[in-house]
């Protein structure tokens, strides 16, 4: 839409038909272009999710949000591998935890604990990402 070109009043007039109230007074040519652009592109694309919203409002009012994904995001059956101090450490995601070195673990974090000897956030151990 050419934003770039755009002089001062004609941003302020697209602000206004897209969201429906005046800019701030002292928004500046950079702040009206970025909240246009993003504008359309929710209104393209889609805005956030209710589940980000809800999370972006606990943020908001100062509470905890856990922004780790569970383990059920990885499909049993998939064989996380990690190499340690020369050893090949493999461990099999089931249904409902992990099985490793013939035993089974609810979680990564105790995997982790065995094969180093210290403390580690299983998934960022075994590098996976949580994003």
Do not use: C
């Amino acid at each position: 839409m050419a934003l770039k070109t755009k002089t001062v009043k004609e941003l302020r007039e697209q602000y206004k038909a897209l969201y429906n109230k005046e800019p701030l007074a002292n928004s500046t040519i950079k702040k009206l272009q970025e909240r246009i652009a993003y504008r359309l592109q929710e209104l393209a694309f889609g805005g956030l999710s209710d589940d980000s919203k809800s999370k972006l409002l606990k943020i908001a009012e100062g509470k905890d949000v856990v922004h780790a994904r569970k383990h059920r995001d990885l499909l049993p059956g998939t064989i996380i591998t990690r190499q340690w101090q020369g050893i090949n450490h493999k461990v099999e995601v089931m249904e409902d935890g992990f099985y490793y070195s013939g035993k089974k673990y609810k979680t990564l974090s105790p995997i982790a604990l065995d094969i180093t000897g210290t403390k580690w956030n299983g998934k960022r151990f075994f590098k996976i990402s949580n994003g």
